[in-house]
């Protein structure tokens, strides 16, 4: 609960002025019983001289009610929104500055759920449930006042079902906050079956499982009703005993309250006033079965987004952190690595060995290797998407974790072989890393990347939408127009990681053709399968197992007569037989 009065706090005068304006309406409305209670005296006294008048003030009292009412709905739901605003942009902020361990550790409908169902419950708590407990205790405190002024012995018998009350909120508070807890986890689970179906809905498709995957979403969605059942079963019981106490109550103050009035102890006025505040006492005892429901929901759920808010970015900068350094030269020494146990890729084994090398700003790295050999890797550390050990790994002679994380990320530039595109238009994606990047930019950044041509033949140019993760564009138009991104960046450092993978040889060197002039002052580090991607590079490394096996330019390699040899001749035979 502390979390949540913390924003409660934020907005405390909003939640004041909201919380005078309920005082006014509840205090009005306990005055209508003093009302009636004197025109039912007078009513035996005197007749109905002055009925009219006091059937004015229950209507000048109405009038007051309905005004402030609106009030307090403003400034206190006003409020929850207000904090449900807060929380959820707080909540996103934090997430995006999260490392990528974090991401693979965690499932995204469990994320998408406590943006969703968490903040709303939290909101809910913050409004309803602050309306809801002040009411109560406005009209408690309010009625039981008035009641004790009437006869305060009745009052002791009306309140005999107290303790019980007591002891069965604490009990069944606490089945609540657990079974609320199950039934958000189970709804995490919902929300990442149906992510998962709807991102893979082509594989499924493909293998024709569409029946299959039902039948799990089904038995899922089962679970999440069972938990759902589960709570309501206990609400169900909660308020209907709520009720059967205060009905005890009422019956106790009929039984006794009806032969003090019989006995002449007690005026009838008096005593349709006491059962009066009586009955306005029945809403706050069933109110608070509702609050305890929505405050142990609200509970539950903050508990489980501070559990993300409390949750530390592994990757973050020095306490000493330097700006990027005036030259991009690249230094690796002695590099060994291996991911974090938590990491679902780490087997406990290094992913790379003792890798050292070096290259001078302006030159061009090429690397080569088979599948899982670690060039990914490399470039991951170098971005810090991980962190490498220390006094490994330089940029400019600067330690790359020393480095200012926001200035290393936004003068390297790279581009992966499934790249990832916004669900908005070509040019909104391609500027995403340089919103402020002009048409004429836009266009030479395209232009370089191979792409603008085939631009311009999409119905709106530029201004075609794309699709969710570029649904609408083939797998070599995405790494273009990924690739048009990372250039109109104008970084210091560009990385290509296999990113022509899914384009023609032809125009894979027409690309890189277009690139040889624009990395002309840059450092370059291309990763590829095709010997032609990297062959004109200043340095090659082949990469077996994660260790460096083979380094030099093209022409040494070749008469290694290695593993780049092998590759290269295999790659020529298979380009000679398309031919």
């Not at 189970?186 to 709807?198: D, G, N, P, W």
């Not at 039984?255 to 007690?266: D, E, F, T």
């Not at 670690?374 to 991951?380: C, R």
Request: aromatic share 8%.
């Amino acid at each position: 609960m502390r979390g949540i009065f913390q924003y409660l706090w934020r907005y405390r005068l909003r939640i004041f002025l909201g919380l005078v304006a309920l005082f006014i309406v509840d205090g009005a409305q306990l005055i209508v019983p003093l009302i009636i209670r004197a025109a039912i005296d007078q009513l035996a006294q005197t007749g109905t001289a002055q009925l009219a008048l006091y059937a004015g003030y229950i209507l000048g009292i109405t009038v007051i009610v309905a005004i402030f009412r609106f009030f307090w709905r403003y400034f206190i739901f006003g409020a929850s929104r207000m904090i449900r605003r807060d929380l959820r942009d707080r909540l996103y902020a934090h997430l995006v500055k999260l490392s990528a361990n974090f991401f693979a550790n965690t499932k995204t409908g469990d994320l998408m759920a406590h943006a969703t169902n968490d903040v709303e419950a939290v909101q809910f708590a913050c409004g309803m449930g602050v309306l809801a407990l002040a009411d109560a205790i406005i009209m408690v405190s309010f009625s039981l006042a008035a009641m004790l002024s009437i006869n305060w012995q009745l009052v002791l018998y009306a309140f005999t079902p107290l303790p019980l009350v007591t002891v069965f909120v604490v009990v069944v508070g606490r089945m609540i906050h657990k079974r609320f807890m199950a039934v958000q986890e189970a709804f995490s689970v919902l929300t990442e079956k149906v992510r998962e179906a709807i991102s893979g809905v082509r594989v499924i498709k493909s293998f024709a499982q569409e029946a299959g995957f039902s039948k799990d979403f089904r038995s899922t969605n089962e679970l999440f009703i069972q938990k759902n059942l589960s709570l309501v079963r206990v609400q169900g019981f909660f308020e209907p005993m709520i009720a059967l106490l205060a009905g005890l109550s009422s019956a106790i103050v009929l039984l006794v309250g009806g032969q003090k009035v019989i006995s002449g102890a007690m005026s009838l006025g008096d005593f349709v006033a006491f059962t009066s505040y009586l009955g306005m006492l029945t809403w706050p005892m069933m109110a608070l079965g509702f609050v305890i429901n929505l405050m142990q929901r609200g509970a539950a759920s903050m508990e489980r987004i501070e559990k993300i808010l409390k949750t530390e970015p592994e990757i973050t900068d020095a306490p000493e952190a330097q700006p990027f350094p005036a030259h991009a030269s690249i230094e690796c020494r002695r590099l060994t690595f291996r991911y974090p146990v938590a990491e679902p890729s780490a087997n406990g084994q290094p992913v790379l060995r003792e890798v050292s090398f070096s290259i001078a700003e302006g030159q061009k790295l090429g690397i080569v290797g088979l599948t899982g050999s670690g060039k990914s890797t490399l470039v991951h550390l170098l971005l810090r998407v991980f962190d490498p050990p220390a006094q490994t790994l330089f940029i400019g002679g600067v330690d790359v974790r020393t480095i200012r994380l926001s200035e290393l990320r936004r003068k390297i530039a790279i581009v992966p072989q499934d790249p990832f595109l916004f669900s908005t238009t070509i040019r909104e994606n391609i500027a995403f890393g340089k919103p402020t990047a002009s048409e004429h930019e836009i266009i030479e950044a395209a232009k370089l990347a191979g792409i603008y041509e085939e631009i311009l033949e999409f119905p709106n140019g530029l201004d075609t939408i794309v699709g969710e993760r570029g649904v609408s564009l083939s797998g070599g138009q995405k790494q273009r127009v990924a690739l048009a991104r990372a250039l109109l960046m104008n970084p210091k450092i560009l990385i290509l990681d296999d990113a022509l993978s899914a384009v023609d040889a032809e125009k894979e060197e027409e690309i890189l053709s277009n690139l040889r002039d624009f990395m002309r002052a840059k450092t370059a580090i291309v990763i590829a399968h095709r010997i032609s991607a990297v062959k004109d590079s200043d340095l090659i490394l082949v990469f077996d197992q994660g260790q460096i096996v083979e380094r030099g330019r093209h022409e040494e390699l070749l008469a290694l007569d290695g593993i780049y040899a092998r590759l290269y001749e295999l790659q020529q035979a298979e380009e000679a037989v398309r031919l």
